[in-house]
């Protein structure tokens, strides 16, 4: 079934931009979703298709997609943002969802 | 909109286990959902997803065969089964609302999740 791949560490000092890829082929004709799960807690969507956020998410968190990566930036990083990240799409050609393997965000 | 597991706990390898995700706030009906794991240090794990009407299932490669996914829209209680426990399920498993009036493609993101219920398989 189709493949992304993340990075699996980023680091950023507060209030500077992390930027979280998501790779895989055409990835860009997919809808990429983007999840923040913090230790010990349930993941939580901080963006879906590919850019959007849904309410209640800071205006810090945006994505993009296009050709073979989609991004996830957050924007003036905070200690709050210091998680791991994970992308998400369905595929059509397996009928799977797919997970990206994950970042995990320190900040500094 | 809330999701809450049940049904984990300890079990012995080669032992079945039913969970079970019980749905409030919003029109269980209308929503398909998934089943998603993650074992202890590692990342998450897609098992299965349910069309809103319970007619279409699809498995992840890691658990087809040994899982069972199903729904009682009465009831607002999605379920899944897991047969020949191993090890290697042990983990946290957690129910997501997928997409609505969904049969057969479900692009929409997971969103939201319950809280998750923990497994752990003793050999």
Known sequence: SYVVTQTPSVSVAPGQTAKITCGGDDIGDRSVHWFQQRPGQAPILVIHDDKDRPSGIPERFSGSNSANTATLTISGVEAADEADYYCQLWDDNSDHVVFGGGTKLTVL | ?123
């Open chain 2, 1 to 123: 909109m809330r999701l809450e597991e049940s049904g984990g706990g300890v079990v012995q390898s080669g032992r079945s286990l039913r969970l079970s995700c019980a749905a409030s706030g919003f029109s269980f009906k209308t929503y398909s959902f998934h089943w998603v794991r993650q074992a202890p240090g590692r990342g998450l794990e897609w098992l299965a997803v349910i069309s809103y009407r319970g007619n279409y299932q699809y498995y992840g490669d890691s658990v087809k065969g040994r899982i069972t996914i199903s729904r009682d829209n009465s009831g607002d209680r999605l379920f899944l089964e897991i047969h020949s426990l191993r090890p290697d399920d042990s983990g946290v498993y957690y129910c997501a609302r997928g997409s609505p009036l969904a049969d057969r493609v479900f692009v929409r993101a997971l969103d939201p999740w319950g809280q998750g219920v923990h497994v752990s398989v003793s050999s």
